[in-house]
């Protein structure tokens, strides 16, 4: 590569998405470190603790996303398919080899790392998934493409369910919204979605006979104002009854195919149940911590709920707790506007790509990355159940960290090269 490549290279690299990426990894790295701090071993560096060994992670990541900048675009377009082979016969492999912690059989033991193949598997379906519409582009969107298409997202989603590990499955939903961009599902499509998770909700809060009825009287309104028309009548009728199946059979989803300590988990978010001692014991520490950094927070490594482990899988699922309590709402806002900006950015990215390839896959990356983000913040702070996932280049471990920064990094490849691929 000459100078002028050089030169024109690096600067077609969108450096804020990385100094977004850099500065969400040094957060996380801090926020560790408080999290699981050890008195006796106090060094960021040291690899006796989480807080090193996540130093070790996040140099490598580095060295990986640098290393994806130079790969050429184009073999990760050639390479999809490969890929997402060898993380389905990963995630094969890891209900045969793998570790059971928590009751997930989720990771493969590598002398002293954990290797976990669900991560990568976001990766591997975001990368044929658009290998695969991309070459649709010139068709019209067709009920078969949909089909093929939700088989790639699908497939994966089995095999980690059988770990089994509901949170890391539920991610893989998120890609919805690219099959909602490329015009495979439309915004109806989107709004049933909607309220089917409303009804949902409100059948386990409400009588469900009481529901129907408030239904019949709603589609009854609609069907009185629209009277004229003989079709807008049967259609009220046809969502009413379609309505009133689907809630009862609320009751014998919720009952025969969630877990119970799923069902017991959405019982709290509902209010249903208070368990603070027993089911709800992380959600209301989670609470208590959050709460008890007020507007600026205790300071670093000042946090008491950190200090004396009352919040279990705090440098994991539960970092958000330590930037709340030491750091405060005001902390906490920084961190979320990072996330915003991210996201923002990246459907900008998403949007100015000259490939249907690199689009494709930029909506997958913001889907899966919006989705760890809103979910993780959510159940620490009571609005969704808690289900177990990481948050994107905060919570410790290898596996999330490298994942996304491969996610991410393969996407900022593709945006350098879009005016032209250049020779290296």
Same mark, same amino acid.
């Given at each position: 590569?000459?100078?002028?490549?050089?030169?024109?290279f690096?600067?077609?690299?969108?450096?804020?998405?990385?100094?977004?990426?850099?500065?969400?990894?040094?957060?996380?790295?801090?926020?560790?470190?408080?999290?699981?701090?050890?008195?006796?071993?106090?060094?960021?560096f040291?690899?006796?603790?989480?807080?090193?060994?996540?130093?070790?992670?996040?140099?490598?990541?580095?060295?990986?996303?640098?290393?994806?900048?130079?790969?050429?675009?184009?073999?990760?377009?050639?390479?999809?398919?490969?890929?997402?082979?060898?993380?389905?016969?990963?995630?094969?492999?890891?209900?045969?080899?793998?570790?059971n912690?928590?009751?997930?059989?989720?990771?493969?033991?590598?002398? +002293?790392?954990r290797?976990?193949?669900?991560?990568?598997?976001?990766?591997?379906?975001?990368?044929?998934?658009?290998?695969?519409?991309?070459?649709?582009?010139?068709?019209?969107?067709?009920?078969?493409?949909?089909?093929?298409?939700?088989?790639?997202?699908?497939?994966?989603v089995?095999?980690?369910?059988?770990?089994?590990?509901?949170?890391?499955?539920?991610?893989?939903?998120?890609?919805?919204?690219?099959?909602?961009?490329?015009?495979?599902?439309?915004?109806?499509?989107?709004?049933?979605?909607?309220?089917?998770?409303?009804?949902?909700v409100?059948?386990?809060?409400?009588?469900?006979?009481?529901?129907?009825?408030?239904?019949a009287?709603?589609?009854g309104?609609?069907?009185?104002?629209?009277?004229?028309?003989?079709?807008?009548?049967?259609?009220?009728?046809?969502?009413?009854?379609?309505s009133?199946?689907?809630?009862?059979?609320?009751?014998?989803?919720?009952?025969?195919?969630?877990?119970?300590?799923?069902?017991?988990?959405?019982?709290?978010?509902?209010?249903?149940?208070?368990?603070?001692?027993?089911?709800?014991?992380?959600?209301?520490?989670?609470?208590?911590?959050?709460?008890?950094?007020?507007?600026f927070?205790?300071?670093?490594?000042?946090?008491?709920?950190?200090?004396?482990?009352?919040?279990?899988?705090?440098?994991?699922?539960?970092?958000?707790?330590?930037?709340?309590?030491?750091?405060?709402?005001?902390?906490?806002?920084?961190?979320?506007?990072?996330?915003?900006?991210?996201?923002?950015?990246?459907?900008?990215?998403?949007?100015?790509?000259?490939?249907a390839?690199?689009?494709?896959?930029?909506?997958?990356?913001?889907?899966?990355l919006?989705?760890?983000?809103?979910?993780?913040?959510?159940?620490?702070?009571?609005?969704?159940?808690?289900?177990?996932?990481?948050?994107?280049?905060?919570?410790?471990?290898?596996?999330?960290?490298?994942?996304?920064?491969?996610?991410?990094?393969?996407?900022?490849?593709?945006? +350098?090269?879009?005016?032209?691929?250049?020779?290296?």
């Open positions: 590569m000459n100078n002028l490549q050089k030169k024109s690096f600067g077609r690299i969108d450096w804020i998405t990385i100094g977004l990426w850099l500065s969400l990894c040094l957060i996380g790295w801090f926020n560790i470190h408080a999290a699981v701090y050890d008195p006796e071993n106090p060094g960021l040291n690899l006796a603790t989480n807080y090193g060994k996540q130093s070790i992670y996040i140099f490598t990541a580095l060295i990986i996303g640098i290393c994806i900048l130079i790969i050429d675009s184009r073999f990760f377009i050639s390479s999809a398919p490969i890929i997402y082979i060898i993380v389905i016969l990963l995630l094969v492999a890891v209900l045969v080899v793998g570790r912690v928590g009751g997930n059989q989720a990771w493969i033991p590598l002398g +002293s790392f290797l976990q193949p669900s991560e990568f598997g976001k990766l591997a379906t975001c990368l044929l998934l658009a290998y695969y519409l991309s070459n649709q582009t010139n068709k019209n969107p067709s009920m078969k493409n949909l089909f093929i298409g939700a088989c790639i997202v699908l497939f994966p089995a095999l980690v369910m059988l770990q089994p590990d509901t949170g890391s499955a539920l991610a893989f939903f998120s890609l919805i919204f690219v099959f909602y961009r490329e015009g495979y599902v439309s915004t109806n499509f989107l709004i049933i979605g909607g309220l089917a998770i409303l009804l949902f409100l059948a386990l809060l409400i009588n469900q006979w009481i529901l129907i009825g408030c239904i009287l709603i589609c309104f609609f069907a009185w104002m629209m009277r004229k028309k003989r079709k807008n009548v049967i259609n009220m009728a046809i969502l009413f009854a379609v009133s199946v689907y809630i009862l059979c609320v009751d014998f989803a919720y009952e025969q195919i969630l877990q119970p300590h799923q069902r017991n988990r959405i019982d709290i978010i509902l209010g249903k149940m208070d368990d603070p001692k027993g089911q709800g014991y992380n959600l209301n520490q989670s609470m208590i911590a959050i709460g008890s950094g007020q507007l927070g205790k300071g670093y490594l000042q946090g008491t709920q950190t200090k004396y482990n009352f919040v279990p899988e705090q440098s994991t699922d539960f970092i958000f707790c330590t930037v709340g309590e030491e750091w405060g709402f005001v902390g906490s806002v920084v961190l979320i506007s990072l996330y915003v900006a991210l996201l923002v950015r990246l459907v900008n990215i998403a949007e100015r790509q000259r490939t390839f690199a689009r494709i896959y930029a909506y997958g990356v913001a889907s899966i919006f989705f760890h983000f809103f979910i993780n913040i959510g159940m620490t702070i009571g609005i969704v159940p808690v289900i177990g996932i990481p948050l994107p280049f905060i919570s410790y471990g290898g596996s999330s960290l490298w994942s996304f920064t491969i996610l991410l990094f393969i996407l900022l490849r593709f945006d +350098s090269s879009r005016k032209g691929t250049v020779g290296i």
